[in-house]
């Protein structure tokens, strides 16, 4: 007769989640928190926007329209025993769905736009990191510089390794790409240099 295994420790976490440095669950679970303090922070007419998007975004809702224009087609005709109340081409039915496309519209614009903010931040955070990463690297290559200079060993002459040492700036980066996209702008047909030449 085969043992049957014991049930996972509660306390191991590693019954539970893969085998990730602390620091990467750390910040899984700050992103987790964070996400669900943004949606909790909500206000209600953001949480009724979202739920009608959700909902409108469904393929319930696609049954729920091709039912209900069903209904109210076969009525309109006659084909349910009751008296027409739209007949063909039925103007009630267009001005309903009408107003139901502007109200939904509205409702997804709106939780558009809070998606669009969160995904601003997210943006934000990513591009303070990304400034942060790039400093302490330069850094740490003008550390090692000094480092190599200080233990008497020869500089490589490799002008690459030069410029990474450059502390950059994102506005002389922000600028250069739009040196270039105006040079594109202005003659699209020129052949673009390729990463090796």
Known sequence: MAKVP???DPADKSAETPALADVIERNIRTVARQH???????????RIADAITTFSGRMPFVYLH????????????????VPAFDPFP????????????????TFVLISQNRLSEDADRRAHL?????????HE??????????????????NDADTELAQLEMETRPEDVLAEIQRVARQVRANPKRPRPTARG
Do not use: C
């Open 66 to 81: 091709v039912a209900w224009f069903a209904l109210w087609i076969l009525a309109n005709t006659g084909h349910l025993g």
């Open 36 to 46: 669900l303090e943004a949606r909790q922070n909500r206000g209600v007419s953001e």
């Open 137 to 154: 690297l330069t850094r740490a290559l003008q550390m090692l510089d000094a480092v190599q200079d200080k233990l008497g060993i020869e």
């Open 126 to 134: 990513d591009l303070q990191i990304g400034l942060l990463t790039e």
């Open 90 to 105: 039925y103007g009630l039915l267009t001005m309903i769905v009408s107003l139901e496309a502007i109200f939904l519209s």
């Open 6 to 8: 014991p049930p996972p």
